[in-house]
T-cell receptor, first 117, second 115 residues
Framework: RKEVEQDPGPFNVPEGATVAFNCTYSNSASQSFFWYRQDCRKEPKLLMSVYSSGNEDGRFTAQLNRASQYISLLIRDSKLSDSATYLCVVNLKAERDSGGGADGLTFGKGTHLIIQP | GAGVSQSPSNKVTEKGKDVELRCDPISGHTALYWYRQSLGQGLEFLIYFQGNSAPDKSGLPSDRFSAERTGGSVSTLTIQRTQQEDSAVYLC?????????????FGDGTRLSIL
């Protein structure tokens, strides 16, 4: 089983719809989780951290399911500008940890989302 | 404030030549990462620096790859005797102290093409 897995898509979704996708991880000791967004031929940009209790930022909601070892991203009222590749990042270290190496830092290969007018 | 700065933006070179890529992290970010991303692929971790600690080089694909970080700020990634399979976008990211547990801020990348 791959360390971090994402459905590559593409997900073709009409504008205004709600879309959700998951990212599964294999290491149950993982501590920190993030969603990044990457536009075509651009650098990844942090979208949001994922907290144990779930968190929301505007139209975006991120959730963590430790029992089933996945994180999810839900986008409501999707916009054309939401079209991008969404990368999940999983790490063995918590945000409060410092020092040590980058062991366990793993990026998923991304889910490609296309919002259609 | 200024973000992560990488140079050059694009580099085209002949097979067998050495190349040097530069990354200037966000001020105050002591953690610095190098990744590469081939077309249509995910990010491949290369190396991680944290302050004055020994770098985590576990992702470097071969001994042709090396990186330095002088003065805890600017970093250079050097690829010796380049091969065509080295063609990729090389991304640098910085963050607050942490072994990957902190959100990372990426530069625009250097697009490297080996002829």
């Amino acid at each position: 089983r791959k360390e971090v897995e994402q459905d590559p898509g593409p997900f073709n979704v009409p504008e205004g719809a709600t879309v959700a996708f998951n990212c599964t991880y294999s290491n149950s000791a993982s501590q920190s989780f993030f969603w990044y967004r990457q536009d075509c031929r651009k650098e990844p940009k942090l979208l949001m951290s994922v907290y144990s209790s779930g968190n929301e930022d505007g139209r975006f909601t991120a959730q963590l399911n430790r029992a089933s070892q996945y994180i999810s991203l839900l986008i409501r009222d999707s916009k054309l500008s939401d079209s991008a590749t969404y990368l999940c990042v999983v790490n063995l270290k918590a945000e409060r940890d410092s020092g040590g190496g980058a062991d366990g830092l793993t990026f998923g290969k991304g889910t490609h989302l296309i919002i259609q007018p | 404030g200024a973000g992560v700065s990488q140079s050059p933006s694009n580099k085209v070179t002949e097979k067998g030549k050495d190349v040097e890529l530069r990354c200037d992290p966000i001020s105050g970010h002591t953690a610095l990462y190098w990744y590469r991303q081939s077309l249509g692929q995910g990010l491949e971790f290369l190396i991680y620096f944290q302050g004055n600690s020994a770098p985590d080089k576990s992702g470097l694909p071969s001994d042709r790859f090396s990186a330095e970080r002088t003065g805890g700020s600017v970093s250079t990634l050097t690829i010796q005797r380049t091969q065509q399979e080295d063609s990729a976008v090389y991304l640098c990211a910085s963050s607050l102290p942490g072994g990957g547990g902190q959100p990372q801020h990426f530069g625009d990348g250097t697009r490297l093409s080996i002829l």
